[in-house]
């Protein structure tokens, strides 16, 4: 071959220049556990829907959502989002409004009709589950999708449970109940209500169902002795808040008085400002620190003029209908201790929101069931003492929320299939938890959180409207892209930018990257600027 | 300027390389699978090099904005001796090498040879290390924009020779240590108080435009070449990149080390036409100079147990001198 004077060699291209034998670390493409998913009681895949939610198709986040949860429209309005108190994004400006786009998402289920998908073929095994809670409704839901037929036999004359009986309408409107039940229903799932069951193995052995998810709600008030005359008039919490429901609302009079400090205590307490209580004192024995209550709902009710005395507790109810409280202080251990110092307090009513019990009657007589403190006593695959009865929800040993409600649902819908199938279900090992150190913010555009608007104050107390509102299209976009994206790669294209070997494939839309370690020399900066930290540097295999 | 900040809400639109939620108008050069890939893999620069990286940004960019029709002339440095160890190159450009001092020079030839065969569609851009800019080539430099030529200048500033073992250029920073120059009085690195600062040195020369860009900033960085190769005339891009091995730094912290350099103020990103700036990117998040220089071995004296407040102090004046002149923050 002639070649050009002086050249002896044929000119090449340096990709024969295999670099990547210069490696000694290699990186490693990631999925982490964004904090958000780890906090989710309902092990909701919080980031994996929000990817969807970025890029404006709603349906597919839905859908996502709803493979851990079929209720999102009540969680977007009475979840406590533990999401939101661990997002990472709240390190940096303010947490991510999850609890706002999922109330859409549900929302737009609702308003556009995205129904669940029927099982695709049925086992041919019966579950019982007992209590249209969120629990039980949780559980119905998935023991239906992996191809259960279930029955719910509800003690009221409605589904809902807690979520109608307890959850005031000005938080959870009843007509997105209705919506969210009624979805489960035309999965599939068989609803009876008012069906009571007196005694569980009778149930199940005239219905032949093959197992059993108890989720009776605790709708029996705590009583607390209380020393009253005759005319007092003393009421419990929950049958206050269930009364709300039926035709005959309860009477509280203009002076209400509410014995407690968790959640219900300020349900109550609002409900009887809606009800035309001039006052409704909140009696709570601790200080605000110690108080139970989540501190969103602690301040809807301040602004609404719900009064508290802290560090206080009730003595007696005279007979002219007035209470001695007496104030208390707290010892060493954060415990109150009475101070002997008393005054009287005007009340038209008293009500205790002291905790609920649950009515455990049904489970008489079967063998191996544990009852302590008034719950069931569960393993860790929740089941109870007696095969194939199962149990979760108020009636289990756990934090009593709609949320974790739901979580024992699918939990132990799992459960319940593996063990209809004589099989055990063991999880999937949890990825390494996306910590804000395994990230590089500085990518992430400064951007505020949306807050939902609400209705002014005036009309707040007067109305059993819902106090919060939802987000729309637009802004519900903006808070979903807020959304860092924790741990998971979202294409932004910086590992493929940043590599000074191009040796970063980039596969296309929906298929992330790949590394190309012919020519990886193992620098990290793809690490050290993926702004979510999907990328880790592992030792080169030897 | 085309402030990135213009992409609004889209999670990182703003800053990253890419993202799939942009619409192709928005994206960079870099994110997209038809870059050229100028500066191509098997390279023999170091692990983590800020100049390869420094070099495909441009070249890249200056591909898409001009259609592909670019010619580059590499002076003599690390950027030519990594990439076009004969006879093989990494270039997938069509690119000549002279010598270390003229590549300017060389570049108005290939730009007058254009105009001789009537081509105005190709352009000329020339490319060369801080040493092969600042110090070595540099009258062939001056000579180009005194002239006007119509070639884009692309310096790739890693503060030092670092092909040749790591000595001090005219670009090195005061307290630098740098591996093979003996110390210019008692303590290692060059003096304060002088140095030079060719992108001003440019603006001197009046010329279209000057601007200066970092691997840290690659929106920015794109959106300056395409400029300049909306321009005709001499033009100058400044790119500031690191080099672990001659700073002494990890390999991994390349691009954090050129966004400190810019967010300290200690390296202003601005644009000046004709002589004069006409836009500088503000600092987004300012950190103090010692968060820049602590990563780097060639400071490590400045710290130890008892560190050199009074070097530091000044290093943190130099920084807050630019903030000023530049108004780099709002």
């Known amino acids: 071959m002639d070649k050009p004077f002086a050249i002896t060699l044929d000119p090449g291209s340096s990709l024969a220049n295999k670099t990547g034998a210069w490696r000694t670390l290699r990186p490693l493409y990631v999925d982490r556990l964004p904090p958000c998913n780890h906090a989710c009681p309902a092990g909701e895949n919080i980031q994996g829907w929000l990817f969807h939610a970025e890029s404006g198709d709603y349906e597919q986040a839905w859908r996502v959502l709803v493979e851990d949860n079929p209720l999102p429209a009540i969680m977007g309005r009475v979840c406590y989002h533990p999401c939101e108190t661990s997002c990472n994004r709240g390190q940096l400006d303010e947490a991510v409004g999850i609890n706002s786009v999922e109330r859409f998402l549900g929302d737009e289920a609702i308003k556009r009709g995205w129904a669940f998908v029927p099982p695709s073929a049925e086992s041919g095994k019966r579950v019982l589950v007992v209590g249209a809670g969120p629990s039980g409704l949780s559980a119905a839901y998935h023991l239906r999708r992996l191809g259960h037929a279930v029955t719910i036999k509800e003690a009221g004359p409605l589904a809902g449970g807690m979520m109608r009986f307890g959850i005031p309408k000005y938080r959870l409107p009843r007509d997105v109940l209705d919506a969210e039940v009624a979805r489960i229903v035309a999965m599939g799932v068989k609803l009876e209500v008012n069906a009571k069951v007196a005694n569980i193995a009778d149930t199940m052995a005239a219905g032949g169902f093959d197992a059993a998810f108890l989720a009776v709600g605790a709708h029996i008030g705590k009583r607390a002795f209380i020393p009253a005359g005759e005319a007092a008039r003393i009421l419990d919490a929950v049958s206050v808040l269930r009364d709300m429901e039926g035709e005959e609302k309860p009477l509280l009079g ?23 209580a001039t006052e409704a004192i909140i009696v709570y024995r601790r200080t605000r620190e110690k108080m139970p209550a989540h501190e969103s709902e602690l301040q809807e009710a301040l602004e609404e003029g719900v009064l508290v005395k802290w560090l206080t507790t009730i003595r007696k109810v005279t007979d002219g209908g007035s209470l001695i409280v007496e104030k208390m202080v707290l010892d060493a251990k954060g415990f109150p201790q009475p101070t002997g110092e008393t005054e009287e307090l005007q009340a038209d009513s008293l009500v205790l929101a002291l905790g609920q019990d649950v009515d455990l009657a049904l489970l008489e007589g079967v063998p191996g069931l544990e009852v302590k403190d008034g719950v069931v006593q569960v393993r860790a695959n929740m089941m109870t003492g007696a095969p194939g009865i199962f149990a979760g929800g108020d009636m289990v040993p756990s934090e009593r929320t709609v949320t974790v409600a739901v979580g024992h649902g699918k939990k132990a ?5 593996a063990w209809l199938n004589g099989t055990t279900y063991s999880p999937r090992p949890k990825h390494e938890l996306a910590g804000i150190d395994k990230m590089n913010t500085w990518y992430y555009a400064d951007a505020p959180k949306t807050v939902r608007p609400q209705i002014e104050l005036a009309r707040r107390t007067d109305t059993f409207d819902e106090v919060v509102h939802g987000l729309d299209e637009t802004n519900a976009l903006f808070e979903a892209r807020r959304c860092l994206s924790c741990g998971n790669c979202f294409e932004c294209d910086n590992c493929y930018g940043v590599c000074p070997d191009n040796a970063v494939i980039k596969l296309g839309p929906g298929k992330r990257f790949e590394f190309n370690l012919d020519y990886c020399k193992g620098c990290g ?18 | 300027m085309d402030q990135p900040q213009t992409i609004k809400y889209y999670q990182t639109g703003t800053f990253t390389v890419g993202n799939r939620l942009l619409s192709e108008d928005q994206r960079s050069v870099q994110s997209g699978m038809e870059r050229t890939n100028s500066l191509n893999s098997g390279h023999r620069a170091c692990q983590g090099c800020g100049e390869a990286l420094g070099a495909r940004y441009a070249i890249d960019a200056a591909m898409r904005a001009t259609g592909n029709k670019v010619i580059c002339v ?34 108005s030839g290939v730009a007058a040879a254009q105009r001789a065969l009537g081509r105005d569609d190709v352009r ?5 290390g801080d040493g092969g800019t600042t110090d070595i080539g540099f009258g062939c430099l001056s000579g180009m924009f005194e002239r006007n030529d119509d070639v884009l200048y692309i ?12 000595q001090r250029s005219s670009a090195t920073p005061p307290a630098a240590r740098t591996a093979t120059t003996p110390a210019l009085g008692p303590e290692p690195g060059n003096v304060f108080g002088t140095g030079k600062n060719v992108p001003l040195i440019a603006m001197a020369h009046r010329i279209p435009y000057v601007a200066t860009a970092s691997v840290a900033n690659l929106r920015d960085l794109e959106a300056k070449v395409t400029r300049a190769m909306q321009i005709r005339g001499a033009r100058y891009l400044h790119i500031f990149v690191p080099c672990p091995l001659g700073w002494g730094s990890a390999s991994e912290d390349t ?32 950190v103090p100079v010692t968060d820049y220089l602590k990563l780097q071995k060639r400071f490590a004296h400045l710290f130890g147990k008892a560190p050199d407040t009074v070097r530091i102090a000044q290093i943190q004046r130099m920084a807050d001198q630019n903030i000023a002149d530049f108004g780099l923050i709002e």
Request: proline share 6%.
């Open chain 2, 255 to 286: 691009i954090r080390l050129a966004r400190l350099a810019v967010e300290s103020g200690l390296y202003p990103l601005f644009e000046a036409r004709h002589g004069k700036v006409t836009s500088r990117t503000t600092i987004r998040r300012p």
């Open chain 1, 413 to 417: 819908a799992r459960h319940i299939d």
């Open chain 1, 254 to 276: 203009r002076r209400v008085v509410v014995y407690g400090g968790g959640n219900t205590a300020l349900d109550v307490a609002r409900t009887a400002k809606r009800m035309g």
């Open chain 1, 525 to 542: 900066i793809c690490v050290s600027e993926c702004p979510c930290g999907a990328i880790k540097m592992v030792p080169e295999p030897t």
């Open chain 2, 155 to 166: 310096c790739y500033d890693n503060e030092a020779y670092m092909n040749t073992g790591v």
């Open chain 2, 74 to 107: 590499n002076a003599t440095g690390c950027l030519e001796v990594f990439s076009t160890p004969y006879p093989e190159t990494s270039w997938q450009v069509p690119w000549i090498h002279s010598l270390f001092g003229n590549a300017a020079a060389v570049a």
């Open chain 2, 124 to 128: 000329v851009i020339a490319q060369g």
